[in-house]
Each structure stands twice: as structure tokens, then as C-alpha cells.
């Protein structure tokens, strides 16, 4: 994980991040009901993950956000091409601006 963010579940952005088709063609979504593991809860959440990189041909990097109880993360693979004083969109620049394209 390289990067978290708390949303809130009701903050309009996120819901309609949860429920309206955000890819456009710019990666693949799955979406699910999480139960912790429990088939009889009665709060089981909207869940969703977007895969932003990784699917293409010829791309190297694989990156993916996970959004679920009012979160928002960002998972990827590649390697950081500068150190932790930079932006992320200098340590990460592959994953950071697929996930950027996927949240406009």
C-alpha cells in the first residue's frame, strides 16, 4: 500500500466513486459486498476495487485501489524512482497517474 485516505461514506465523491461507472475505459472494476467473513451480517459494505494498471499489454506495473468502508487505497508494485522527502507522483509516477486518471 502506498497510499490511504479516509473518505467518509457519505461524502458525495466517494459515493459516487462506489456506485457510478468511474473507469471509462481506464480500468476494471470489481465490485463486492464485504461481511467480514460473517454470511449472516446484517451490515455487510459496498465494496470496490479498480485496477488502474497492470491489465495492458506491455505495461510492467500493476496498481489497483481498494475502496470500502469509506476508504481509499492505493496498491502497486512499482518500485519508488526517488525517495520518501519527494510527492508521491515523483517517487510513484506510473501508478499515481493511473490511479489520478481513474478519480477525475
Excluded at 52 to 68: D, P
Aim: glycine fraction near 8%; charged fraction near 20%; aromatic fraction near 6%.
Amino acid at each position: 500500500m502506498m497510499l490511504s485516505a479516509v473518505i467518509g461514506r457519505d461524502d458525495h465523491r466517494y459515493s459516487r466513486l462506489m456506485t457510478n461507472d468511474t473507469t471509462q475505459g481506464q480500468g476494471i472494476t470489481v465490485d463486492y459486498r464485504g461481511d467480514s467473513g460473517n454470511l449472516n451480517a446484517a451490515d455487510a459494505s459496498d465494496c470496490r476495487y479498480v485496477i488502474v494498471s497492470g491489465f495492458r499489454l506491455n505495461e510492467t506495473v500493476a496498481g489497483y485501489l481498494s475502496m470500502g468502508h469509506g476508504t481509499i487505497d492505493l496498491f502497486t508494485t512499482e518500485a519508488p524512482a526517488a525517495d520518501r522527502s519527494q510527492p508521491l507522483a515523483q517517487r510513484y509516477p506510473e501508478s499515481v497517474s493511473a490511479a489520478r486518471r481513474v478519480l477525475r
